[in-house]
T-cell receptor
Framework: EPEVTQTPSHQVTQMGQEVILRCVPI?????FYWYRQILGQKVEFLVS????????KSEIFDDQFSVERPDGSNFTLKIRSTKLEDSAMYFC???????????FGPGTRLTVT | ELKVEQNPLFLSMQEGKNYTIYCNYS?????LYWYRQDPGKSLESLFV?????AVKQEGRLMASLDTKARLSTLHITAAVHDLSATYFC????????????FGKGTLLTVNP
């Protein structure tokens, strides 16, 4: 069964460093999303991406964040200058408009020290 | 601002018992999602409810949607230990807006 994959599974970085989180969505999906979950809290929407552009972003998704689909398979989230409060689990999801369901990847745990 | 409220946030059950988790939302979207999350794991889609009166069942779990009341329920029948997890409901923005807004989750513990 097709699934969303994410790499790395765990990333440790120092405050102020740039990180890139990678996702490979399900191949025939057209909608892509990033969400994050701070430990013990609810899942929060960051950004949605469709037709090679951002369709919506949350207040969390400020100028330090960017997304890219550099080729036909990868979908990346970049944080330019990480802060301690960026420590969280980051989930990539993909979906189609047909059945509305979003399929989540296994997540990348980002730890900023 | 869209709000999604779940209750209870913590639920400790005995095996064999029945219980219901409630999800209230403030948006006019009629699309409601239930996910399961095991500790340290990703979100597993359980149900997608797309219309008023929708009811879906999978094993010991049954979800329903009342769009007039803006309420969804997740009913657990004869709980077993394997159902222990955190359950999240979420709604999207409606129309072509598929952004999900999640509730805080219900941590379900099923005790022998």
């Amino acid at each position: 069964e097709p699934e969303v994959t994410q790499t790395p599974s765990h990333q440790v970085t120092q405050m102020g460093q740039e990180v890139i989180l990678r996702c490979v969505p399900i191949s025939n999906h057209l909608y892509f999303y990033w969400y994050r979950q701070i430990l013990g809290q609810k899942v929060e929407f960051l950004v949605s991406f469709y037709n090679n552009e951002i369709s919506e972003k949350s207040e969390i998704f400020d100028d330090q964040f960017s997304v890219e689909r550099p080729d036909g398979s990868n979908f990346t989230l970049k944080i330019r200058s990480t802060k301690l409060e960026d420590s969280a689990m980051y989930f990539c999801a993909s979906g189609t408009s047909g059945n509305y369901e979003q399929y989540f990847g296994p997540g990348t745990r980002l730890t900023v020290t | 601002e869209l709000k999604v409220e779940q209750n209870p946030l913590f639920l400790s059950m005995q095996e064999g018992k029945n219980y219901t988790i409630y999800c209230n939302y403030s948006t006019t979207s009629d699309r409601l999602y239930w996910y399961r999350q095991d500790p340290g794991k990703s979100l597993e889609s359980l149900f997608v409810l797309l219309s008023n009166g929708a009811v879906k069942q999978e094993g010991r779990l049954m979800a329903s949607l009342d769009t007039k009341a803006r309420l969804s329920t997740l009913h657990i029948t004869a709980a077993v230990h394997d159902l222990s997890a955190t359950y999240f409901c979420a709604v999207d923005g409606g129309g072509s807006n598929y952004k999900l807004t999640f509730g805080k989750g219900t941590l379900l513990t099923v005790n022998p």
